[in-house]
């Protein structure tokens, strides 16, 4: 196995796929590395599709060992869109502790990840999770402990209501009416990523509108993000479950990140046992170019402590 963390040309990229993972919701995929290789499966977060996994960082995992797995979340770039309506009132509601029907929870998404694991005849793999594929990853190594083999959650939290907060401009920016078509979308990516980006790894505006450009052409679904939002207001708190946990884990978080406070980590963290905890000064709410061969790295490590 490979412990280098550049890029190797010779990385198999597959095409976009598409599996069928319960009924009516289909996700789109896309593969690099050897299949014979450990399955890593990278799960995005809120709105985020399987592109904002950046090729170079997954052809950097590959070169480390992994198959590694990207997808699109239902209601994500290609991937399903769900039924049901979302009212910003019933966000507010949820926002604020009240009881409200959802179109789906965050099982529910771990379940399309398992899903996606059967369609490709995966048993079990190490699974990395950003922001709110955080949560779903926590999730699935409570409900399937079995399938997971190790976990790695990055600037997530645990479900509590007080740890992992967001800062008070950040939920305002969310759910503030964006306009419709490309440019507005980009003017409100480029407004809400120079406000939870990371200070010390700034991307060019050029960069930050040119990602928000692919996202808006991959697909993006308005009424699908809120549907994605009220299953992170009505997740549970999983601090106890998480204790149960025997599989290596890592915790990675940004001291600088406003969209889940740095709480969450240290929380998630200190809930499952033994786990490691990586705090990134000057790190936001994003996966800076700069710190790849850190992640690289810490993911490796992480997955190297799987009993053999």
Same mark, same amino acid.
């Not at 907060?165 to 003017?187: C, L």
């Given at each position: 196995?490979s412990?280098?963390?550049?890029p190797k040309?010779?990385?198999?990229v597959s095409g976009?796929?598409f599996?069928?993972?319960?009924?009516g919701?289909?996700?789109?995929?896309?593969?690099?590395?050897?299949p014979?290789?450990e399955?890593?499966?990278l799960?995005?977060?809120l #709105?985020?599709?399987?592109?904002?996994?950046?090729?170079?960082l997954?052809?950097?995992?590959?070169a480390?060992?992994?198959?590694?797995?990207?997808?699109?979340n239902?209601?994500t #770039?290609r991937?399903?869109?769900?039924?049901g309506?979302?009212?910003?009132?019933?966000?507010?509601r949820?926002f604020?502790?009240?009881r409200?029907?959802?179109p789906?929870r965050m099982?529910?998404?771990?379940g399309?990840?398992?899903?996606?694991l059967?369609?490709?005849?995966?048993?079990?793999?190490?699974?990395?999770?950003?922001? +709110?594929?955080?949560m779903i990853?926590?999730t +699935?190594?409570?409900s399937?402990?079995?399938?997971?083999?190790s976990?790695?959650?990055?600037?997530?939290?645990?479900?509590?209501r007080?740890?992992?907060?967001?800062?008070?401009?950040?939920?305002?920016?969310?759910?503030?009416?964006?306009g419709?078509g490309?440019?507005?979308?980009?003017?409100?990516s480029t407004?809400?990523w120079?406000l939870i980006?990371?200070?010390?790894?700034p991307q060019?505006?050029?960069?930050v509108?040119r990602?928000?450009?692919?996202?808006?052409?991959?697909g993006?679904?308005a009424s699908?993000?809120?549907r994605?939002m009220?299953?992170?207001?009505?997740?549970?708190n999983r601090?106890?479950a998480?204790?149960?946990?025997?599989v290596?884990?890592l915790?990675?978080?940004?001291?600088a990140?406003?969209?889940?406070?740095?709480s #969450?980590?240290?929380?998630?963290?200190?809930?499952?046992?033994?786990a490691e905890?990586?705090?990134?000064?000057? +790190?936001?709410?994003d996966?800076?170019?700069?710190?790849?061969?850190?992640?690289?790295?810490?993911?490796?490590?992480?997955?190297?402590?799987?009993?053999r």
């Amino acid at each position: 196995m490979s412990s280098s963390t550049h890029p190797k040309p010779d990385v198999v990229v597959s095409g976009e796929l598409f599996a069928p993972v319960s009924p009516g919701i289909e996700l789109c995929y896309q593969t690099f590395g050897d299949p014979d290789d450990e399955p890593l499966l990278l799960v995005m977060g809120l #709105g985020g599709p399987m592109i904002w996994w950046d090729p170079d960082l997954c052809r950097m995992l590959a070169a480390s060992g992994f198959y590694v797995i990207r997808y699109d979340n239902r209601d994500t #770039g290609r991937s399903s869109r769900a039924p049901g309506r979302v009212k910003r009132s019933t966000l507010v509601r949820a926002f604020a502790g009240g009881r409200v029907r959802v179109p789906y929870r965050m099982a529910d998404l771990a379940g399309d990840a398992f899903g996606l694991l059967d369609h490709l005849g995966i048993e079990s793999a190490h699974v990395v999770g950003v922001s +709110m594929g955080g949560m779903i990853v926590q999730t +699935m190594a409570i409900s399937r402990p079995a399938r997971v083999r190790s976990l790695t959650s990055i600037m997530s939290t645990t479900g509590k209501r007080t740890v992992g907060w967001q800062h008070p401009a950040v939920m305002p920016a969310m759910i503030a009416s964006r306009g419709v078509g490309r440019e507005a979308y980009v003017k409100a990516s480029t407004t809400m990523w120079r406000l939870i980006g990371s200070p010390a790894y700034p991307q060019t505006r050029e960069e930050v509108e040119r990602e928000a450009v692919e996202t808006y052409d991959r697909g993006v679904s308005a009424s699908g993000v809120m549907r994605q939002m009220l299953a992170i207001l009505t997740q549970p708190n999983r601090s106890q479950a998480l204790r149960s946990l025997r599989v290596p884990a890592l915790v990675v978080h940004g001291l600088a990140d406003k969209m889940v406070h740095v709480s #969450g980590g240290r929380a998630t963290a200190a809930a499952i046992p033994g786990a490691e905890l990586l705090l990134i000064d000057g +790190m936001g709410h994003d996966l800076p170019r700069e710190l790849y061969e850190t992640f690289t790295l810490a993911i490796r490590r992480t997955a190297d402590r799987t009993p053999r």
